[in-house]
């Protein structure tokens, strides 16, 4: 039985935790209402902090990009909505890094209770037991969770990596490969290991167009 007031995790490959919500943007029905999208849910500590308020300003520069990949933002706190509004309205007032005049217009959600914290193990004692740590789920159109990261209170999420994240699996779901270390755009992709002895023989000896090989086990496709 889980205890009161601790947080259980979904995992990868799981459908995301239902949950409907207030936010900034009006209710929610998560995720079915994102049904066809794939969606960034993500949670910071509190409002009104340095960090958080770099974050959300990124976030909001980039919501565009994310959307032309059909990519929706959805952010929590356990703050009430009320102080969500003031914080949004501040940083519309803040510069950081040439971002200035950032207006969030992704939904914030109010989680005063807790209750989608601990839905999705944002709650994590170690770290605090009254703020949620830096979660980001990566849920795609079918609701099911693809990735999972997890930062600490004091260190500000890689949002290029977030994108990547989201490039690298959108990629892998269109073509059937795999991604390897460091991939972009545009880079060589991992085509998936043959099955058996005499497929393994026959990829070596004749890789196919565009098609070359390391070893039986590890081909790559030219993808310029």
């Given at each position: 039985?889980?205890?009161?007031?601790?947080s259980?995790?979904?995992?990868?490959?799981?459908?995301?935790?239902?949950?409907k919500?207030?936010?900034?943007?009006?209710?929610?029905?998560?995720?079915?209402?994102?049904?066809?999208?794939?969606?960034?849910?993500?949670?910071?500590?509190?409002?009104?902090?340095?960090?958080?308020?770099?974050?959300?300003?990124?976030?909001?520069?980039?919501?565009?990009?994310?959307?032309?990949?059909?990519?929706?933002?959805?952010?929590?706190?356990?703050?009430?909505?009320?102080?969500?509004?003031?914080?949004?309205?501040?940083?519309?007032?803040?510069?950081?890094?040439?971002?200035?005049?950032?207006?969030?217009?992704?939904?914030?959600?109010?989680?005063?209770?807790?209750?989608?914290?601990?839905?999705?193990?944002?709650?994590?004692?170690?770290?605090?037991?009254?703020?949620?740590?830096?979660?980001v789920f990566?849920?795609?159109?079918?609701?099911?969770?693809?990735?999972?990261?997890?930062?600490?209170?004091?260190?500000g999420?890689?949002?290029?990596?977030?994108?990547?994240?989201?490039?690298?699996?959108?990629?892998?779901?269109?073509?059937?490969?795999?991604?390897?270390?460091?991939?972009?755009?545009g880079d060589d992709?991992?085509?998936?290991?043959?099955?058996?002895?005499?497929?393994?023989?026959?990829?070596m000896?004749?890789?196919?167009?565009?098609?070359?090989?390391?070893?039986?086990?590890m081909?790559?496709?030219?993808?310029?």
């Amino acid at each position: 039985m889980e205890e009161a007031g601790t947080s259980t995790m979904p995992l990868i490959g799981e459908k995301a935790p239902s949950f409907k919500a207030v936010t900034t943007q009006g209710e929610i029905n998560f995720p079915e209402d994102y049904k066809g999208r794939w969606v960034i849910l993500f949670s910071h500590p509190a409002d009104f902090t340095p960090v958080c308020t770099t974050e959300f300003m990124t976030f909001a520069s980039m919501a565009d990009e994310f959307k032309s990949l059909n990519t929706e933002l959805v952010g929590l706190s356990v703050d009430s909505l009320y102080a969500h509004i003031a914080w949004l309205r501040k940083i519309q007032d803040l510069e950081y890094k040439g971002m200035k005049n950032v207006e969030v217009r992704f939904p914030l959600i109010e989680d005063i209770r807790m209750d989608v914290a601990r839905k999705y193990g944002m709650i994590q004692p170690g770290q605090s037991n009254t703020q949620a740590v830096r979660a980001v789920f990566v849920i795609d159109p079918q609701g099911t969770i693809r990735t999972i990261l997890y930062y600490p209170l004091s260190t500000g999420r890689n949002f290029d990596e977030i994108k990547r994240i989201i490039l690298a699996l959108q990629k892998a779901d269109k073509d059937g490969v795999a991604t390897p270390a460091d991939w972009r755009p545009g880079d060589d992709v991992i085509v998936p290991p043959p099955g058996s002895c005499g497929t393994a023989r026959e990829r070596m000896e004749r890789p196919g167009d565009d098609v070359y090989c390391l070893d039986w086990f590890m081909c790559f496709r030219r993808e310029k």
